[in-house]
């Protein structure tokens, strides 16, 4: 045996020369006495030194290697019992070096209870009380399918009383709510024999067990003997119970009559995780399906997490299958199962299914990590512009404003909205600027950010994290001014930038922070900035375009400006009001005025 990278070599070395040559379960533990690894093995001092013979394959298993300070095991009779051991230890220790299963939740039972006029319900716990427990179910609306069914279709009872013969005959119970509903038949007062409410209890039997053909079957033996005796109220019953079994059959998948009691698996992975799909057919039907995910730590082989899974879910949801199609043989011999690897017929269309399934998980498992990563990239972006902006919080609400105007004529502002790091055009305004008097920047921001914020303030509205001004230090001014004044200078933060070198100024600092060119902090506050203008410069083209379409109708001689906007609400453009008869115009702005709007636009 070759020289191992292990610093414990000289002491490991007398433990693995006194390892069995027989199946079990090997534990590794570090030098503060924690269990680092738990392994399975068909040849326990095989496994084991292997670990110490040449160089790893990769370097998780060499730090593994490196980290053992102590050996233990435990001998077992088969590989199967060594597969069951190992899983147990992993989910009560969780070894640092080990596979770890994603999902451990416990799943719901429905049991027939061991009683007079058994009850039927859904349950975690199994208790062993002589009931009879069928699951467990991986799906929770499975279970409520199949009680909704039971109940619309057998009359049975939902209370805890003891209902054996001798307390009915005391005469001591009355029929609840439940017997008033036509839900329960009333066999606490001995309206109801117990023999027929057991071929009940037989029937959903047999449902649980898959075997709904065979209750299908019998019910309509039924339905018809009524039907010849004449008790058609009776055959009437038994065929609106045929129609919820029908209905429940049809939400079942179908596979093949010929297939019963087959268990399928497909298995996909990844570098970092490992997912399992299972189906179980009964009947033909599939009455369960399940996947779950394995995160890998040591590049662990698809044959040797195939395993893992087979035997977990064969614990768990107490399979006793015999025949189990796969698409590869495991790692592990289990005692009297088949393995069946398809290559056509039923069972490769099952396992095409089951294999359909695991992407459509795994993809499904991919768009919500994408997601949790988008997220993580807005926090970083938002905790990187606190950082560069010396902000109290993350500005995850961002507000910037844009002035407009051409030599003072049609003044208009643009507030674009940003919240954490993106636009929300929804929240978008723009103002008309009705106070000031030719171009004057300042006082037009002013006005705007006292419109917007006392409006805000009043209406009890949030205020954004941070504001940006389209500008440089007298803008910024202009800002901090209707801050102060609105008594809101401490809780929003306010910067302003300039086009020319991208400065970006800070309120009472004379000195501008320069940004790099590629920081995501400048990026984000140009992206808002170039919004603003160009909300801002749509707002301002519409507005010059209002005015040039009202001037022209004001240029007709005897035609006033609410003639005008009569006309343009009416009509909508002046183009269609060219093509206008003067009786059309004449129920709106009177007989003269049409014809004085006719004749100047087809003057010759």
């Not at 019953?237 to 698996?265: F, G, T």
Request: glycine share 4%; with cysteine; aromatic share 8%.
């Amino acid at each position: 045996m070759k020289k191992s990278i292990n610093p414990n070599w000289a002491y490991l070395k007398d433990k693995i020369a006194v390892l069995p040559d027989d199946p079990g379960v090997y534990q590794y533990y570090n030098k503060d006495g924690k269990i680092i690894y738990v392994g399975k093995a068909k040849n326990l001092k095989k496994r084991v030194s292997s670990y110490f013979v040449g160089k790893p394959d990769n370097g998780k298993t060499a730090l593994l290697v490196r980290n053992i300070a102590n050996i233990e095991h435990i001998v077992v009779h088969t590989e199967e019992d060594a597969l069951l051991l190992e899983n147990n230890l992993i989910k009560k220790y969780q070894p640092r070096y080990n596979v770890l299963l994603k999902d451990d939740k416990s799943f719901p039972w429905i049991v027939v209870k061991n009683e007079h006029f058994p009850r039927v319900f859904a349950t975690r716990n199994v208790i062993k009380d002589g009931s009879i427990y069928y699951g467990p179910y991986t799906s929770v609306a499975m279970v409520r399918t199949l009680l909704d069914l039971f109940k619309s279709t057998y009359p049975l009872r939902n209370c805890k009383l003891n209902l054996a013969p001798h307390k009915i005959a005391e005469g001591k119970y009355k029929v609840c709510l439940e017997y008033h509903l036509g839900n329960c038949k009333g066999p606490c007062v001995g309206l109801y024999d117990e023999d027929s409410y057991l071929k009940n209890i037989d029937a959903i039997k047999n449902i649980l067990k898959g075997n709904i053909h065979a209750v299908i079957r019998h019910l309509k033996e039924v339905m018809h003997t009524y039907a010849a005796d004449f008790k058609f109220e009776e055959a009437e019953e038994i065929k609106q119970k045929l129609k919820q079994l029908n209905s429940y059959q049809s939400k079942s998948a179908v596979v093949s009559s010929s297939i019963n009691n087959v268990d399928v698996y497909s298995i996909i992975d990844d570098e970092n995780s490992a997912y399992v799909n299972f189906l179980k057919v009964a009947n033909g039907a599939i009455i369960q399906a399940h996947t779950i995910e394995f995160k890998k730590k040591l590049n662990e082989s698809l044959p040797e997490l195939l395993s893992l899974a087979i035997g977990e879910i064969r614990e768990r949801l107490h399979s006793t299958a015999r025949e189990v199609i796969v698409p590869l043989k495991p790692d592990t011999e289990f005692e009297s199962v088949k393995f069946v690897i398809p290559k056509m017929g039923e069972k490769k269309k099952l396992l095409e299914l089951s294999e359909r399934n695991v992407k459509y998980y795994r993809l499904e498992k991919l768009k919500q990590q994408s997601i949790r990563n988008k997220e993580t990239r807005e926090d970083r972006i938002l905790s990187t512009m606190q950082k560069d902006l010396q902000l109290k919080a993350k500005p995850r609400h961002i507000e910037c404003f844009d002035n407009s105007n051409i030599q003072g004529n049609y003044p208009v502002a643009a507030c674009v909205v940003f919240k954490n790091a993106k636009p929300s055009k929804k929240d978008y305004r723009h103002f008309n600027i009705k106070t000031v008097v030719g171009p004057d920047d300042f006082a037009s921001m002013e006005e705007i950010l006292e419109r917007r914020y006392a409006r805000l303030i009043n209406e009890g509205d949030s205020l954004p994290n941070l504001i940006i001004i389209d500008g440089g230090k007298g803008q910024l001014s202009a800002a901090v001014k209707i801050l102060r004044k609105l008594n809101i200078e401490d809780e929003v933060a306010v910067i302003g930038i300039a086009k020319r070198l991208e400065e970006i100024f800070f309120p009472n600092d004379p000195v501008p922070l320069y940004l790099d060119k590629n920081s995501e902090t400048l990026k984000i506050i140009q992206y808002a900035r170039n919004e603003a203008h160009r909300f801002g410069i749509t707002f301002h083209r519409n507005q010059r375009s209002k005015d040039f379409v009202k001037s022209e109708l004001n240029a007709i001689k005897g035609i006033g400006e609410k003639t005008s906007n009569a006309l343009l609400e009416e009509f909508k453009s002046v183009e269609q009001i060219k093509k206008l008869a003067v009786n059309d115009m004449e129920n709106l702005i009177g007989k003269a005025k049409a014809r004085i709007v006719w004749d100047y636009f087809h003057a010759t």
